[in-house]
């Protein structure tokens, strides 16, 4: 009888090579002992013998899949069941189209439960920023997977949020990313994490997503089960919202006839656009004012109004163009991939960011819903002119001596026109009311250039234009 114990990381590998040793040793499935990390032994069973390598047979790419996904599965039969489908396999080489084969069937449930546990991870995992000692801002999260998922999900959570340090904390398995690096430590029991004001703000979206009028209890919670709502700060208003749900729905019932017809509509926000700029006298006021703000459609699907920050009597003024996915649940201008890319690019030519004043365009995020993403969509003229109102009185607050306009709507609601923005780039113009605008490329544009040598030319001229910036407010 052979015994073979697979290691806790990289297990399907072991198991895979295991396996092609034991055919290669015609070991039938009735001969092997299958264990599992440092688990209990069998008590009547052979020492561990080491696991032999061969070359096994060729087998269905299905059938390689299949094992990858299974051998993470917490069934203590996985591997065996594995190995005894796999020892028929070399006889049948149909079997994996076999749909009325009970073993392959009971390995298609177990590997749809993982399938069923990665993508709870990748939509349950939550994080919390914890203290920031380095550069890149740390994060930490709980998980509890039903199974041994976190090792093939290393790679996923990686490329997601390869912008920061984290840690995600499970009973079985710690993956921690540090510095663009992978690592794997033991389980722990739940860390008592900080308190993240973030979590308001993700809940403050997750209302604003709720649609009343659409809610189905059965389907919510089976996609969002139970056991992860303890994990999920947006859970506790769950109930809430659908105690809720039925009185919500019969008000936007009787508000859906008073809601004026499209063309009604742009006429009124024509008629809005030509109102006085607001009485404010400061940034703080402002932003209050901009908080009922109802000029465009865009408040309606945004988190929350994105007002730009920064010291009131700044010489600088930097221009983008709208809140993106990350500005949105922040409340924060330019906290995203494309504000990361400008600090970076800013640094190098001695443009001190907290010395600007730091806006958008647009104040509301514009986008399309995908799945569970929200896909940036460019604003639309309406839209640019409706919250020029709004920059424009930012404007006159802070009266820089130089504005940076960044990308097509920047340049577009500061002079007019944001045609031709490749030609224009690394000049100056003016506003209608005569302040100078530097013209330049958005930081958005350099991540998006897909050639490799189109992008280091873009971002020259981008460095070159800041730097431009720079000289011209030391003159």
Request: proline fraction near 7%; include cysteine; charged fraction near 25%.
């Amino acid at each position: 009888m052979e015994t073979i114990r697979l290691p806790e990381l990289g297990t399907a590998s072991a198991w895979r090579a295991a396996a092609r040793g034991l055919l290669g040793q015609e070991v039938p499935p009735d001969g092997v002992i299958w264990l599992y990390g440092d688990g209990p032994g069998d008590l009547f069973g052979d020492a561990p013998s080491p696991i032999a390598t061969g070359q096994g047979p060729n087998v269905p790419k299905s059938f390689v899949q299949l094992a990858e996904s299974v051998c993470w599965h917490s069934d203590c039969e996985r591997f065996a069941r594995l190995y005894a489908f796999l020892w028929r396999l070399r006889a049948q080489p149909g079997l994996m189209q076999d749909r009325g084969d009970e073993a392959l069937a009971r390995l298609r449930i177990l590997e749809k439960a993982v399938h069923r546990d990665k993508h709870k991870m990748k939509a349950f995992v939550r994080f919390r920023e914890i203290d920031a000692e380095g550069p890149r801002r740390r994060f930490a999260a709980w998980f509890e997977p039903a199974h041994h998922i976190v090792e093939p999900m290393a790679g996923f959570f990686a490329r997601r949020f390869g912008d920061m340090d984290w840690m995600i904390a499970t009973p079985g398995r710690t993956l921690i990313f540090t510095g663009g690096e992978v690592s794997l430590a033991p389980g722990q029991p739940k860390p008592d994490f900080p308190e993240d004001a973030t979590e308001g703000l993700w809940t403050t979206y997750f209302r604003n997503i709720f649609n009343p009028a659409r809610l189905k209890i059965q389907a919510m919670q089976s996609e969002m089960p139970r056991k992860y709502w303890k994990n999920l700060p947006e859970a506790a208003a769950i109930p809430e919202m659908i105690a809720g749900a039925e009185a919500r729905a019969r008000e936007m019932q009787l508000a859906t006839p008073s809601l004026a017809p499209m063309r009604a509509e742009r006429i009124s926000e024509r008629l809005r656009m030509t109102e006085e700029t607001p009485a404010a006298t400061d940034l703080e006021a402002l932003r209050r004012e901009a908080e009922g703000c109802t000029r465009c459609p865009l408040y309606r699907d945004a988190t929350q109004v994105v007002m730009g920050e920064g010291p009131t009597d700044a010489p600088l003024m930097i221009v983008g163009e709208q809140p993106g996915d990350h500005e949105d649940l922040a409340g924060r201008p330019f906290v995203g991939p494309a504000g990361q890319l400008f600090d970076e690019i800013a640094g190098e030519v001695g443009l001190d960011r907290s010395q600007a004043f730091v806006t958008n365009a647009v104040k509301h995020f514009k986008f399309a819903p995908r799945g569970k993403r929200r896909i940036h969509q460019r604003p639309d003229t309406g839209e640019v002119q409706a919250c020029k109102w709004w920059l424009d009185a930012e404007r006159t607050l802070v009266r820089p001596k130089l504005i940076l306009a960044m990308g097509a709507t920047a340049v577009a609601s500061l002079t007019g026109s944001g045609q031709g923005i490749l030609k224009r780039r690394g000049h100056f113009e003016r506003t209608e009311d005569g302040m100078e605008v530097l013209v330049t490329l958005h930081p958005s544009y350099l991540l998006r250039v897909p050639n490799a040598e189109a992008k280091a030319a873009a971002t020259r001229d981008f460095r070159a234009d800041l730097a431009l910036a720079v000289e011209r407010l030391s003159t």
